[in-house]
Every structure is written in C-alpha cells, then in structure tokens.
C-alpha cells in the first residue's frame, strides 16, 4: 500500500523553471520505480520521465529531454521533478506514480491526485 501526493505545481513565465515534488507514505518506497506523467485538457496522459528504485537509471520523454530532471531521495520517501526552461506546451496536470519496475508505470499501482502546472507565454 502506497499514498502518493503531489505539491509544487504553479504559474510560472516561460522560460521559468518549478521544481515538483511527490510524497509518498509506506515503509518500502525504495523498492519501487517512480515516474511523472501529465495531461493537458483534451489531451491523453503522456509519459513525462522516469526513475528506477535506485535513483541510478533515468528516462524521459524526448518532448522534456534536456530541460527536465527526475530525482529521488529515499531516506525522505520523495520524488522529483526539476523543470527548467518551460514551455506553453508544458501546461498540464502533473501527476507522479509508482510501481514494482520501470517498464509497468503506464499503468502503475498507485498514483497521486496531480498537481497543476500552468507555463504562460
């Protein structure tokens, strides 16, 4: 049983930046894979990055690659997005989720409620 929850979603201009951060109670965070994915209105949730339960292995979207970093800490039970040189077509709802590896996050066991994230022109 894992309870996730998202903060740190905002406006910000583009170009800006906004560091989003994922809770997650249990006592066996870190055997789990951990990703973000988003949704803009009218639009299908669409995978944004993710992290294996190590912190080691990275992956992302090609749409954020360059710009976004995804980290944990697990002595605190916390996910990371850190978004940098944001775009109008980042504007979504952001949502964090974990699962047992990497490669089942698309329909991973858990996720939190999302948080907004709105990149103005």
């Known amino acids: 049983q894992v309870q996730l929850v998202e903060s740190g979603g905002g406006l910000v201009q583009a170009g800006g930046s906004l560091r989003l951060s994922c809770a997650a109670s249990?006592?066996?965070?870190?055997?789990?894979?951990m990703g973000w994915f988003r949704q803009a209105p009218g639009k299908e949730r669409e995978f944004v990055a993710a992290?294996?339960?190590?912190?080691?292995?990275?992956y992302y979207a090609d749409s954020v690659k360059g710009r976004f970093t995804i980290s944990r800490d697990n002595a605190k039970n916390t996910l990371y997005l850190q978004m940098g040189t944001l775009k109008p077509d980042d504007t979504a709802v952001y949502y964090c989720?974990?699962?047992?590896?990497?490669?089942?996050?698309?329909?991973?066991?858990?996720w939190g409620r999302g948080t907004q994230v709105t990149v103005s022109s």
């Open positions: 249990g006592r066996t965070f870190s055997n789990y894979a």
């Open positions: 992290i294996d339960w190590s912190g080691a292995n990275t």
């Open positions: 989720a974990a699962d047992d590896v990497v490669a089942g996050l698309d329909e991973a066991e858990y």
